[in-house]
Structure formats: structure tokens, C-alpha cells
């Protein structure tokens, strides 16, 4: 599976991005979308994730709010609508998939599949 993340950028603090990942085969239900960013010297952390057919959806603290994860079934699509946007936010943006487990969402390292990045900065 390819995934493809898309709709950084740079924008103002207090602005808004949506991002876009379109993976290269149809998810199915037990597929698990997940958004993960990693900042200059800092590690990757967990942001947002949604299951494919129940909805199921969490957020990091951090964004909790903010940002709102959503997928777009006729497109095949995951989006992450980020509101609000801090410096603290600026990084790289990957998506990510597997059929893990629901209680596995939030361990990157666990994901099987991963999108080449798109960089959000927040700079006035």
C-alpha cells in the first residue's frame, strides 16, 4: 500500500491547512488510519486516528479541539482539518495504516504502511 499525504504549507499562527492521504488500494474495515508529525530534534507522536468502518476516532491531547480527522469513503480519502494552528504544530505530517487493533492506534511503530510526509509550519 502507497499512501500519498498532501496540503501542507505555511501558514500564520491561528490559521488553518486540511491535510489530504489517499492510499493506493481501497482501505477496508479493518483498515486503521493514522496521522503522526515529528519536529525538528524531537521524536514522532501520535495525532489523530479513525477506523475505517466504525468511525472510531481519537486525538492526541494536543490537538484535541483543533484538529479533526474525517474519511471520505467514495474517494477513499482521510483528511485532518487543523484549526487554530500554533507554532508548537510546525512538522512533518504522515499518514500511516495498518489492521491493528483499536488499542494500537497510537503506536507508530506498529504501523505497517507510510506516506512520504508533507511539512506544516506555523510562522508569523
Known amino acids: 500500500v502507497q499512501l500519498q499525504a498532501s496540503g501542507g504549507g505555511l501558514v500564520q499562527p491561528g490559521g488553518s491547512l486540511k491535510l489530504s492521504c489517499v492510499p493506493s488500494?481501497?482501505?477496508?474495515?479493518?483498515?486503521?488510519i493514522g496521522w503522526f508529525r515529528q519536529a525538528p530534534g524531537k521524536e514522532r507522536e501520535f495525532v489523530a486516528a479513525?477506523?475505517?468502518?466504525?468511525?472510531?476516532?481519537d486525538y492526541a491531547d494536543s490537538v484535541k479541539g483543533r484538529f479533526t480527522i474525517s474519511r471520505d469513503n467514495a474517494k477513499n480519502t482521510v483528511h485532518l482539518q487543523m484549526n487554530n494552528l500554533m507554532p508548537e504544530d510546525t512538522a512533518v505530517y504522515y499518514c500511516?495504516?495498518?489492521?491493528?487493533?483499536?488499542?494500537?492506534?497510537?503506536?507508530?511503530?506498529?504501523?505497517?504502511?507510510w506516506g512520504q510526509g508533507t511539512l506544516v509550519t506555523v510562522s508569523s
Open positions: 500511516a495504516t495498518s489492521r491493528l487493533i483499536w488499542g494500537a492506534r497510537t503506536q507508530g511503530h506498529l504501523y505497517d504502511y
Open positions: 488500494n481501497r482501505m477496508t474495515s479493518s483498515n486503521l
Open positions: 479513525v477506523r475505517w468502518n466504525s468511525g472510531n476516532i
